[in-house]
C-alpha cells in the first residue's frame, strides 16, 4: 500500500491530546473531514489513528485522535507525519498535478533546456516553492503561474519560463 505525505504533527495544544498540525495538501477542508490517517516518523512505518475531532483555524489543522487524551500523550506524536492512501487523495481540478508527483520531476525552460531536477516543495505563506538540484546546487523556484508554464506528467516534466534567472 503507498502512502502520501499530508501533515506533519507540530506540537500539542491543552490538556486534552490536541494536536496542532502543518497542512501539506491543497485540499485543507477534505483534510479534516478524514475520520482516519496513518500516523508515523515514515510511511513504512505507521499506525492507523481514528480522529475524533478536526477543525481548521489560522492556516492549521486541530485534531483529536482516539486514545490521545492528555497533553502527555499528545507530545509523543510530535514529529510524526499524516498519511493517506492513493484512494483518499482528492480528486485534482483539470491542469493540476498532486504535490507527490511534483518531487522528482525534471524542470525545462520554454526552449525545453534542462534546467534541473524537483527534490522538495516548500509550503510558504505567499506560495509554494520548489528547490530544485542544478548541477550541484539548490535553486529555490517560486511556484507560481508566472513561471510555470506548465506540467507534463507523462515525460515527467515542469515548464518553467524565467527559471535561469534564479541562478
Known sequence: MELF?????????????????????????????????????????VVCMQVTKAALHGGFAWLFFEGIDTFEQATTLVGFSLFITEEELAPQPENHVYRHEIVGMRVVDGNGKLFGTVTDIFNMPAHDVYEVQVEGKTVLLPAIEAFVESFELASKTIVMSRCWEFL
Not at 491543552?14 to 479534516?32: A, M, R, S, W, Y
Open 5 to 45: 505525505l499530508t501533515g506533519k504533527i507540530l506540537k500539542p495544544r491543552g490538556l486534552k491530546g490536541e494536536v496542532k498540525v502543518e497542512l501539506i495538501t491543497d485540499f485543507p477542508h477534505h483534510f479534516v473531514k478524514r475520520k482516519q490517517f496513518f500516523v508515523g516518523v515514515s510511511p513504512s512505518s
